[in-house]
């Protein structure tokens, strides 16, 4: 079965440090990639996607990510974070035209002053 | 505004009530999905409707009961459910057959069964 890790339950900043969320997968055959955001109280909100083409792929707000293949890895990062940034951190994928999207446990990022 | 609107916001019910919770899109997609968001576990894909028709159906007890009467309007109808059903429900939805799978969520009913 198709399944998603990502490795760090929470991730501790300070504001404006750079952060790297980490996303592996089992398979990476035939995948499609996403990255989406939590904020409190809210629903998933999509950051960014990889379907095919260029394997780095970059959000309006400054995030980024990229496909690795061999390392079957689309890990998160940003050169500097802000307070704004702190919520939960989900990287889904689906390999099906269903949209069937498989889940990791989330991380918390946690953006202090 | 994501264009997918879930209502009730919250809801608190006793495990002898039934009550149904709702979800609209105005995307003009063809596939909707209820996930259910529990702590410290990853989101469940509950049920599939592709089309108005259920092609999914993930192991979900009898007790939640969807129902989909058009491609906008997706139900989660609810009856004796136990406290270990509370957690955050989510709607979604997406267009399919085009090659891009993206999902577009609603803001979730926060269900507690107490």
């Known amino acids: 079965a198709q399944s998603v890790t990502q490795l760090d339950s929470q991730v501790p900043v300070f504001e404006e440090a750079p952060v790297e969320l980490r996303c592996n997968y089992s398979?990476?055959?035939?995948?499609?990639l996403f990255w989406y955001v939590q904020y409190p109280n809210q629903g998933l909100q999509l950051l960014l996607k990889y379907l095919s083409g260029s394997t780095l792929v970059e959000s309006i707000n400054g995030f980024e990510a990229e496909f690795n293949k061999s390392q079957t890895s689309f890990h998160l990062r940003k050169p500097s974070v802000h307070i704004s940034d702190t919520a939960e951190y989900f990287c889904p994928r689906t390999s099906t035209s269903y949209g069937k999207l498989t889940f990791g446990q989330g991380t918390i990022l946690t953006v202090h002053p | 505004e994501t264009g997918v609107t879930q209502t009730p916001r919250h809801l608190v019910m006793g495990m002898t009530n039934k009550k149904s919770l709702k979800c609209e899109q105005h995307l003009g997609h063809n596939a909707m999905y209820w996930y259910k968001q529990s702590a410290k576990k990853p989101l469940e894909l509950m049920f599939v409707?592709?089309?108005?028709?259920?092609?999914e159906n993930n192991s979900v007890p009898s007790r939640f009961s969807p129902e989909c009467p058009n491609s906008s309007h997706l139900f989660l109808h609810l009856h004796t459910l136990q406290p270990e059903d509370s957690a955050l429900y989510l709607c979604?939805?997406?267009?399919?057959?085009?090659?891009?799978?993206?999902?577009?969520f609603g803001q979730g009913t926060r269900l507690t069964v107490v």
């Open positions: 398979s990476s055959v035939s995948v499609y």
């Open positions: 409707y592709n089309f108005k028709e259920q092609t």
């Open positions: 979604a939805s997406s267009q399919l057959l085009q090659g891009n799978t993206e999902a577009f």
